[in-house]
């Protein structure tokens, strides 16, 4: 990722500078959400905020952090009582150690080369407690109408899109069964099923197909 990336994601955050909108696919962890009713829920790479208002509303408490200030300025703008932090995933998170027993990592995941997307595992599982638990959803091989197969290959189903809008084009990772074992069973035991998604959004005018995937920590 280049500048240029940020700066992508700021002018997508401008462009949707309102309250987000949800999908209830957390409804499925509400036993894992209960335990951890009492305990800081940490939102990677949170973007506008569309999981950090599905517990606002439910009365969970939640740390929002993103690398576009854009982003967060919203969330804290829309979302009432909302507690946000800048951080960088490309670089070593600036948490402590064993600090969350639950984290969200939604539709973040899945833009980083091979060794970033290690590197990013490794600081998940360091800021997890032992026992914790993360959920998260990243795109699939399967996700056609989001650029599966599309743009200048970098890696094996990693890909560099064609720039539509001045920014140089962004990485897109395209998961396989085989990819979320190998990256996520970095964390610890994984269970993974392919799903799909549909937001009243623009962008997600169409399903996304997606990898659901729950990790706890070793």
Same mark, same amino acid.
Request: with cysteine.
């Given at each position: ?17 309102? @309250? &987000?909108?949800?999908? @209830? ?7 894992? @959400? #209960? ?26 408490? !939640? ?16 979302? &009432? ?12 998170? &600036?948490?402590?150690?064993? *600090? ?21 595992? =490794? #600081? ?8 914790? !638990? ?7 091989? =399967? ?6 197969? *599309? ?20 990485? *897109? ?6 990819? !979320? ?8 035991? !994984? ?9 009243? #959004? #623009?962008?997600?005018?169409? &399903? ?11």
């Amino acid at each position: 990722m280049n500048d240029g990336y940020v700066g992508m994601w700021d002018s997508w955050a401008k462009k949707r500078s309102s @309250l &987000p909108v949800y999908d @209830l696919w957390l409804d499925e962890y509400k036993d894992i @959400l #209960e335990e951890n009713k009492d305990s800081e829920i940490l939102d990677l790479g949170c973007g506008n905020g569309a999981n950090t208002l599905y517990f606002s509303e439910r009365g969970y408490k !939640v740390l929002s952090c993103d690398f576009s200030k854009e982003a967060l300025a919203n969330i804290e703008k829309y979302i &009432p009582n909302t507690k946000t932090m800048y951080l960088d995933m490309r670089n070593n998170f &600036p948490i402590e150690d064993n *600090k969350y027993s639950l984290i969200i990592a939604d539709l973040c995941l899945h833009y980083f080369d091979n060794e970033t997307t290690i590197k990013i595992m =490794n #600081e998940i599982k360091r800021i997890l407690k032992n026992g914790g !638990v993360l959920l998260a959803r990243v795109a699939t091989i =399967n996700d056609f109408n989001f650029g599966a197969g *599309k743009g200048k290959m970098l890696e094996e189903n990693y890909y560099l899109t064609d720039d539509n809008d001045g920014t140089g084009g962004y990485t *897109k990772r395209f998961f396989t069964l085989e990819d !979320v074992n190998k990256y996520f069973g970095i964390i610890g035991k !994984v269970e993974a099923k392919e799903t799909s998604m549909l937001r009243d #959004e #623009e962008e997600y005018s169409k &399903p996304k197909v997606l990898y659901q995937i729950k990790v706890e920590k070793d």
